[in-house]
């Protein structure tokens, strides 16, 4: 349905995205991951015809975005990063207008009725957009994208600014989604994209650094490698005891808080040491008091899928 | 293009901005009126439109100064142009909506000549021309206005710019008296908008000056697409 050939853009001498290519097929949910500034908005905004790219081609549904953009546009629902909303109306205004401005061949009234069901704006429909809550002002970006029901939808930051209730609210509003489009999303939260996508893209510096399937990509990112212990005790006591399991790289404390110190962990890829590392302190009268597998931040994401190693990096 | 003039003529009145040019239009008209007809008791309308035409200098870049720039500012240009829509359509539906403001203010001269035919008679024709000749003069401005608009993202600046390029288009003609190379001041007096809107307040509907209001309506509209194309290139 999307097909992204050596897609350039230059803002003069910076190269904002550097020839990437992918594809997003028919009812897939393709998530975009890059920290701010990689180049996710520059291509979406390519890929929504709002700015041309400097070469390489983008295709919507086999329709190239730049020679016949009237066409590739009316496949294409787009929420960009802030939402464009005309405040002075309201949702109802809105909506319509968005409706009239797609030229939109579905029964008005019932349309515009199923789309604010499904983002639950139904209740805020009369109300001026201005004196909405964030929250309700992203669900109307995402209304207006919806209208139309285009077969694509490019959401840009779709949950930024939102509250943890709402977050869930719409990434379970486009899971279902996803269901019947084909949706691309940006953020830079990989537990986000994780959570919803069947595909990640990872950018970097307006590059790919990675295109696989959420399950191929949370392998090859996980981080039970690194632990991080909470341990009650004598640090020399407990991190030599430590440093004795199998496996066990280094060991290093991070905090120290009321006589209980945290520990990162590091070990050798593929080793879980976690049942020795109980029985050993066990063994010294140093009680765990929490155990978990360290996460990895974005930045060191992109330094293993980078230099696809593991990381060495000094705290 | 539909949807977009339609969101325009309701964002002029859901906004101070369409009631604070008609009002001011409707007010200083109606002084120009009452001075120059009513009170000189002559059934001559010319030099009020001819005062109305200055008037325009200042007020046409009210009406048209968020335009273009608001969208450009508030990110609301997203969403029409990653709509079906065409450049084109966009611009024309900003255009004829500023157009239809400007229209119901231009649209009270009727009511004086109305006004004034019921004391005398009136050349119907002069009138017509003159009313012909303000649509035309203030359309042309309202498509500078536009051009103007398109430029930046804040409004101040687009009024500032729509007033200088609309005063010294105006201007042309006291220009080209002080030019003293001719073929220079022959151009400067052709593009004078002020020579071309003088002919209808003689009652003279000369078609050369209307295609030249309407070619400038297209030139500074097209200019205005260009804008928008440069920036989704920039």
């Known amino acids: 349905m999307i097909e992204v050939q050596e897609l350039t853009k230059h803002y003069g001498l910076k190269r904002a995205v550097d020839g990437i290519s992918f594809t997003a097929n028919d009812g897939e949910i393709l998530g975009f991951l890059g920290p701010n500034g990689a180049g996710k908005s520059t291509t979406m905004n390519m890929l929504t015809g709002y700015i041309s790219s400097t070469s390489g081609k983008a295709l919507i549904d086999g329709v190239d975005i730049l020679e016949d953009p009237i066409k590739a546009k009316k496949n294409i629902g787009y929420l960009p990063e802030i939402p464009p909303l005309y405040v002075d109306m309201t949702v109802k205004e809105y909506l319509n207008f968005i409706y009239d401005l797609k030229k939109c061949k579905l029964p008005r009234v019932s349309h515009l009725n199923d789309v604010c069901s499904l983002v639950k704006i139904d209740h805020v429909y009369n109300r001026v957009i201005k004196n909405l809550s964030k929250g309700y002002r992203q669900r109307v970006g995402l209304a207006q994208a919806l209208v139309g029901n285009p077969p694509v939808l490019i959401l840009d930051e779709p949950t930024v600014g939102l509250d943890p209730k709402q977050i869930i609210e719409i990434r379970t509003l486009i899971k279902k989604l996803g269901k019947n489009h084909t949706v691309i999303l940006s953020s830079h939260i990989l537990s986000e994209v994780q959570a919803v996508c069947d595909r990640i893209v990872v950018i970097s510096e307006g590059k790919i650094v990675a295109n696989a399937t959420e399950h191929d990509l949370s392998d090859r990112l996980t981080g039970a490698h690194i632990l991080s212990a909470q341990i009650e005790g004598d640090y020399e006591t407990v991190a030599k005891a430590v440093l004795n399991i199998e496996g066990v790289e280094v060991c290093k404390q991070i905090n120290e808080r009321d006589g209980v110190i945290e520990y990162r962990i590091e070990c050798e890829t593929g080793t879980d040491i976690r049942r020795e590392l109980f029985f050993a302190m066990s063994k010294i009268g140093c009680p765990i008091m929490e155990l978990k597998n360290s996460e990895l931040s974005l930045e060191e994401i992109f330094i293993r899928l980078t230099k696809g190693s593991d990381i060495k990096e000094e705290q | ?234």
Not at chain 2, 10 to 38: D, E, K, N, R
Not at chain 2, 74 to 91: F, M, R, Y
Not at chain 2, 206 to 229: C, G, H, M, P, Y
């Open chain 2, 1 to 234: 293009m539909g949807a977009v003039f339609r969101r325009e003529v309701l964002s002029y009145f859901t906004s101070p901005i369409g009631y604070i040019f008609l009002a001011a239009f409707y007010a200083f008209s109606a002084f120009f009126f009452a001075s120059s007809s009513l009170q000189a008791g002559s059934t001559d309308m010319s030099s009020m439109f001819e005062s109305l035409m200055l008037l325009l200098v200042v007020l046409i870049p009210i009406l048209t100064m968020r335009t273009m720039s608001e969208d450009k500012k508030t990110k609301t240009d997203q969403c029409l142009l990653t709509a079906p829509v065409s450049l084109g359509g966009i611009v024309a539906g900003k255009f004829f909506a500023a157009l239809l403001v400007y229209t119901c203010a231009v649209a009270v001269t009727v009511v004086y000549a109305i006004i004034v035919s019921g004391y005398a008679a009136v050349d119907w024709l002069v009138i017509a021309g003159n009313v012909v000749g303000l649509e035309l003069f203030g359309a042309s401005f309202v498509a500078v206005g536009i051009f103007c608009s398109s430029l930046t993202e804040n409004q101040v600046v687009a009024a500032v710019t729509s007033f200088i390029s609309t005063l010294a288009l105006t201007m042309l003609s006291l220009v080209s008296n002080l030019v003293n190379w001719e073929p220079l001041q022959k151009l400067l007096a052709t593009l004078s908008f002020y020579d071309r809107y003088a002919g209808f307040t003689y009652g003279m509907f000369d078609l050369s000056n209307v295609l030249f209001f309407v070619s400038a309506i297209a030139v500074f509209l097209f200019f205005t697409v260009r804008v928008l194309e440069k920036r989704r290139w920039a």
